[in-house]
């Protein structure tokens, strides 16, 4: 039990698709986190949120739109992706504000997301 | 941006043996954080450190900061096959800011 708890695990959609993946953290965390893991790539900071506000999007297309409706609750949600957009999808979470070198991140398992 | 550099990218080893894996930069890292990675799962802070020449130990796992701040290394000594997982590197000026290797997928042979 890692605190971070991701829904779903996996998830096929189609380019045409909405969805919606979810991530719930139960450590009382103020940061919240979406990384994309794509293979022979380094983890990517897609977007985070401290108390519950957007502090950094790092170019990420329109296609992509994250939701923080709370501290403990993070949604990301999914329109008319490409096929290049399958990645294993990690939210995680840090007490924050997410400024101290040494602050720690705390992952969930991830979504693995395949777009067809 | 801070590009890490981990070699090697794929070690596959049997029980039993030691190894060590490696993080470089051209950067000097304000700090160092080391992850593992087990399949179907998210990564796992191991370890974070902070001072040139710094050593920790955690169990069979010894982590080394570089005394330039530029380099550490990850020594497994008497792998087992619970070790296996990708072990990436981090740095960054804090948790919103954190840029990760390539990583190194090491697999242990029973």
């Known amino acids: 039990e890692t605190g971070v708890t991701q829904t779903p695990r996996h998830l096929v959609m189609g380019m045409t698709n909405k969805k919606s993946l979810k991530c719930e953290q139960h450590l009382g965390h103020n940061a919240m986190y979406w990384y994309k893991q794509s293979a022979k790539k380094p983890l990517e900071l897609m977007f985070v949120y401290s108390l519950e506000e957007r502090v950094e999007n790092n170019s990420v297309p329109s296609r992509f739109s994250p939701e923080c409706p709370n501290s403990s609750h993070l949604f990301l949600h999914l329109h008319t992706l490409q096929p290049e957009d399958s990645a294993l999808y990690l939210c995680?979470?840090?007490?924050?504000?997410?400024?101290?070198?040494?602050?720690?991140?705390?992952f969930g398992s991830g979504t693995q997301l395949s777009v067809l | 941006t801070q590009l890490l550099e981990q070699s090697p990218q794929f070690l596959s080893i049997q029980e039993g043996e030691n190894l060590t894996v490696y993080c470089n930069s051209s950067s000097v890292f304000s700090s160092l954080q080391w992850y593992r990675q087990e399949p179907g799962e998210g990564p796992v802070l191991l370890v974070t450190?902070?001072?040139?020449?710094e050593v920790k130990k955690l169990k069979r796992l010894t982590f080394q900061f570089g005394d330039a701040r530029k380099d550490s290394s990850l020594h497994i000594t008497a792998a087992q096959p619970g070790d296996t997982g990708l072990y990436l590197c981090a740095s960054g000026t804090g948790a919103n800011n954190l840029f990760f290797g390539t990583g190194t997928r090491l697999t242990v042979i029973p």
């Open positions: 995680a979470s840090s007490q924050g504000p997410g400024q101290a070198t040494n602050e720690k991140l705390f």
């Open positions: 450190v902070v001072t040139g020449g």
